[in-house]
């Protein structure tokens, strides 16, 4: 009876860390919908609240945060940019880099092309989506680029690969953070 009450305990705890962490990273993407300076910004900052659910309670619930996240802010913003750099990019990312840094411990090179791979057609995927829903003169002038020439298009994707360096590397970061300082205080944990 006492194993019982305890899982129907944890059980519970899981469920309501879940709905925390899916409230605030729908927050924060909402916010990001709504200031649009600050659409990666709140995306890159929900991506926590996926990150502290897969290190507290593993891929399943933080794949269940994920995509209740996406499709909440989908629904109160349905055009919001900060949602698609969320649902496509950033959002599943801290998921891939923990299962890739298990899986591949010893094989930075095979783990970063992965990593790249995946970043790489996520942002095509964006591309595409952006240019089909407000055309491609809108993006362009988004993008502040006017005629896009080969050469322009070169260093717009050479920064969005330096900005998933830095992204993994701070992703790493916050995940010591996370464990090292912020864990003991939050769920009494060591």
């Given amino acids: 009876m006492n194993s019982n009450r305890n899982q129907l305990?944890?059980?519970?705890?899981?469920?309501?860390?879940g709905a925390l962490l899916t409230a605030a990273a729908s927050a924060l993407l909402i916010i990001g919908?709504?200031?649009?300076i600050l659409d990666m910004t709140c995306a890159a900052m929900a991506s926590a609240a996926i990150l502290i659910a897969y290190l507290e309670f593993g891929g399943a619930l933080a794949f269940s945060v994920y995509a209740a996240s996406t499709v909440l802010s989908l629904i109160f913003l349905p055009m919001a940019s900060s949602v698609f750099y969320f649902a496509l990019v950033l959002g599943y990312y801290p998921i891939l880099k923990i299962?890739?840094?298990?899986?591949?411990?010893?094989?930075r090179f095979l783990r970063m092309a992965v990593k790249f791979l995946c970043?790489?057609?996520?942002c095509a995927l964006i591309l595409f989506l952006f240019v089909k829903i407000y055309?491609?003169?809108?993006l362009m002038s988004e993008l502040e680029l006017g005629s896009l020439s080969s050469f322009s298009a070169f260093i717009f994707a050479a920064l969005l690969n330096v900005f998933l360096v830095m992204y993994d590397f701070l992703t790493g970061y916050v995940t010591v953070i996370y464990i090292k300082m912020l864990r003991?205080?939050?769920?009494?944990?060591?």
């Fill in 119 to 122: 970043f790489n057609s996520a």
């Fill in 99 to 107: 299962t890739l840094d298990k899986k591949l411990y010893g094989k």
């Fill in 184 to 190: 003991p205080r939050i769920f009494c944990k060591k």
């Fill in 33 to 36: 919908g709504v200031l649009e």
């Fill in 135 to 138: 055309g491609f003169d809108a």
């Fill in 9 to 17: 305990k944890a059980a519970a705890r899981k469920t309501a860390a």
